[in-house]
């Protein structure tokens, strides 16, 4: 099946700096989701990107297919931004099922 | 509000006895899927259904079933718990373009 590798796997940030979270992915994928899991376990879908660039307030979020990756910005971290943030994509050949990576578990601090 | 609900939050049972835990959503969305979160391995997928008396496999289905009798619920049942089945699990659902996914709040399971 597709492999989806995420890096870093632990990042800590001050509060106010911005990072960038890295999603590989080993085949052609026809869906790629990107979620926040918040320190109470809730999962909270941020992006369905496919392809190309999306915004959302300080999150944003590119997809290049064609290279098999995705990238999630988060600018001017806040406390609430903590978490893990999992990266998840649909291959060609397995219709609307979801394979999530490992995650990037994210600290701020103040 | 649509939302996905899972019940109960948080379940103790021994191993061996039946459990089902509940997933009801009011999205009127035809995917559903059961998945469970493990340290060391991510979401795996256990079983999902793409409408009505629909069901599948997914990576994880050994000792699981599910039954899907209408669009908004889609039980999880653990024929016989083992204590390898202690974990959190989370129903999910999504509509028919295969688009975005929401989950439930999760259901931490203990088998004692």
């Known amino acids: 099946g597709i492999q989806v590798e995420q890096s870093p796997p632990d990042l800590i940030l001050q509060e106010g700096a911005n990072s960038t979270l890295r999603c590989n992915f080993s085949d052609s994928v026809n869906n790629l989701q990107w979620f926040h899991q918040n320190p109470w376990g809730q999962l909270i879908n941020l992006f369905y990107i496919p392809s190309g660039t999306k915004q959302n307030g300080r999150l944003s979020a590119t997809t290049v297919a064609t290279e098999r990756y995705s990238l999630l910005y988060i600018s001017s971290s806040q406390t609430t931004d903590s978490g893990v943030y999992f990266c998840?994509?649909?291959?060609?050949?397995?219709?609307?099922?979801?394979?999530f990576g490992t995650g990037t578990r994210l600290q701020v601090t103040l | 509000d649509a939302e996905i609900t899972q019940s109960p939050r948080h379940k103790i049972t021994e191993t061996g006895r039946q459990v089902t835990l509940a997933c009801h959503q009011t999205w009127n969305h035809n995917n559903m899927f059961w998945y469970r979160q493990d340290l060391g391995h991510g979401l795996r997928l256990i079983h999902y259904s793409y409408g009505v008396q629909d069901t599948n496999k997914g990576e994880v289905s050994d000792g699981y079933s599910v039954s899907r009798s209408n669009t908004e619920d889609l039980p999880l049942t653990l024929e016989s718990a083992a204590s390898s089945q202690t974990s959190v699990y989370f129903c999910?659902?999504?509509?028919?373009?295969?688009?975005?996914?929401?989950f439930g709040s999760g259901t931490q399971l203990s088998v004692l």
């Open positions: 998840a994509v649909e291959d060609t050949g397995t219709a609307s099922k979801l394979t």
């Open positions: 999910a659902s999504q509509d028919t373009r295969g688009e975005k996914l929401f």
